[in-house]
Structure formats: C-alpha cells, structure tokens
C-alpha cells in the first residue's frame, strides 16, 4: 500500500492536498466528502478500508474552501466540480483504471454527481451516502446504490417521493437515522455502521 499526495492549486487561495492510496489495483474508488463531513467522519472512514479491504485504490478528495476554512457559496458549485475534476483526471493520466466507483455524502453527492457528468455517467457506479435534495437529478440517471437515514431533515418524505423509480439504484433505508446515519444511541448507531460496512465490502466487491 502506498499513499500518494496531490498538491492542487485552488480557487478558494489555498493549495488542496489529495490522497491517493494506492494497491496496484484497476480499479479506483473516489470519495467526496460532504460539507462539513470529512473523509476521517465514519461514514466516510469505513467506506475508504472498505474499498482498500476489497482491492481498490482510493483517492480521497479535499475540497478548496475547507481547505481555506471558508464558507461555501452556492454559485461556486460549479468551480468546486472542476477543481475535483482536475484532481481525479490528473490521477487517470498517471494510472490506467477499468473500474470507477464514487463514494458520496451530502453535498458530496451533488458534487460527485457533476463529475460523473463530464466524465461520462455510464462509465461511473455511484455509492450515494445521505443525497440531499439537489442529488435528485443525478440519482435518476445513475446507477450503484443510495444509502438514507428515515429521520434526515434534509432528505424526508418528500424527497423520495421525488426521487420517483429508480431501477439501476439498490435503496437502503436506515431506520431513524439523521443526516449522518446516526440513531441517538451510541449502541444503535454503531450497529448501524457495522451494517453499513457490510453493504459497503458487497457494493465493492460486486461492482
């Protein structure tokens, strides 16, 4: 195993540092990170030794502004798209990859969603960690699995019902958990992840 560190400029100021962990593997798993969710959150931390578990590289994104310790702005979406497109083609011209698989959460869904946009949605399966209402048109289109905690404010009821029929998209439900898939209780909410780990080594051994 080797750890590869991508230094990018960025928009926000700030150099962005990627990791990229390396197995000598073909395929490459990429993770967005959400918000204010990083990629050390367990959500996200699980999902990386999963896909090392499993034989993958991973390239673990930081963003500009939370490199910058700045608030993200909602018209620069679109920058923070190509600045994570600029770090994942840099690793695609150094390394041959068969298989690309992207992990997301929150807003990371929306971002990983972009990506996969320029570079071709069919190419890309998706793990989509608690989406939010602006991943909707992504989720339609794309295919992999979507993972949603029932009691999440930012993706209800509502949500869902909008997400409409989703044929390419295995749906996972997580019973009363909150927008990080968390339960209230310490005991719960860890079952909840050793469950989550287990989807997580099917969806990347499976993909």
């Known amino acids: 195993m080797k750890l590869n560190k991508i230094q990018q400029p960025s928009y926000w100021g700030r150099e962005v540092v ?29 999902a990386a030794q999963a896909a090392l578990q ?3 590289d991973v390239l673990l994104l930081e963003y500009g502004y939370q490199a910058a310790r700045v608030e993200l702005k909602n018209e620069q979406l679109p920058i923070l798209v190509d600045e994570c497109i600029a770090s994942i083609r840099k690793v695609l011209s150094e390394h041959t990859y068969e298989r690309i698989l992207f992990v997301s959460k929150s807003l990371g869904t929306v971002v990983a969603g972009g990506c996969a946009e320029q570079l071709g949605d069919e190419v890309i399966k998706h793990l989509f960690l608690t989406p939010i209402k602006a991943t909707i048109p992504y989720l339609q289109r794309s295919q992999g699995m979507m993972i949603y905690g029932t009691a999440d404010p930012q993706f209800g009821p509502d949500e869902v019902k909008l997400t409409g029929s989703l044929p390419r998209m295995v749906i996972v439900p997580v019973e009363g ?9 310490v005991l719960a909410t860890l079952n909840v992840l050793k469950e989550l780990s287990e989807r997580y080594l099917t969806f990347f051994t499976s993909s």
């Open 177 to 185: 958990g909150d927008h990080s898939l968390e339960t209230g209780e």
């Open 18 to 46: 990627q990791r990229h962990i390396t197995v000598n593997s073909t395929t490459l798993v990429v993770q967005f990170p959400g918000k204010q969710y990083p990629n050390e959150l367990p959500l996200l931390y699980y």
């Open 54 to 56: 499993s034989g993958h």
